[in-house]
């Protein structure tokens, strides 16, 4: 996958953990080299596997569970990093149902502008069906990241100050709720 989603979970843990947790965590993965680092902030891509045994080690040294740390990556990953990083894809979306209808064309998007990548940016599809307040999202990935998915989507609702609710319903079916933003 794209190095994007291991510096942001570095940065994460960097911001909110300190220096020292995250020496511990790269360590533990066989990460903690600075000449690697530097590979994957100049753009290589991070083996899924890696990203994996990363998460696993993130839970194990922070003492969290994964969905803890699933929870907590979406919320960077959509209040902090994809802002500062991508902000042509947060210019014209007016609230949090909107930027959920759109994510399948934004990921086709990341992913056709860098043909470099291709191999390893697969990105995740989102088929979304609107009823009413509801969203029902079919995620389609060959990763099986659905946590994150739900960690991110509550992410998107801390973002746009909306309360969400969401259930999951199998390993690639969720149901969304929004409620009224908090403005
Ligand atoms: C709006 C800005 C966003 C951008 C620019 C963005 C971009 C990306 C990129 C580049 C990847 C790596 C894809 C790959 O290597 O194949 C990724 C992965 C992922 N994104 Fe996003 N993303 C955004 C927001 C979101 C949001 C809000 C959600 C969910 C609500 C989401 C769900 C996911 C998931 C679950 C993955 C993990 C990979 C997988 O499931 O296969 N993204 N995203």
Known sequence: ?????????????????????????????GLSDSKTYMR????????????????R????????????AAEAFGEYWVCVYAPREYPQYFKNIKNAEDLLLKLDSIHQDVTANSPSHAEAALPPRFDVQRDGNILKVHYKSKRGMIDFYMGLVKGVGVYFSTPVEIQKISEEEVVIRFGTPNT
């Open 57 to 68: 080690n993130v839970c194990g040294i922070l003492n969290i569970t994964k969905d803890q």
């Open 1 to 29: 996958m794209r190095s994007q989603i291991f510096l942001c979970l570095t940065e994460l843990i960097r911001e909110k953990f300190g220096k020292e947790k995250l020496d511990l965590i790269l360590d533990a993965s």
């Open 40 to 55: 994957y902030f100049n753009g290589l891509d991070f083996s899924d596997e890696k990203f994996f045994d990363l998460v």
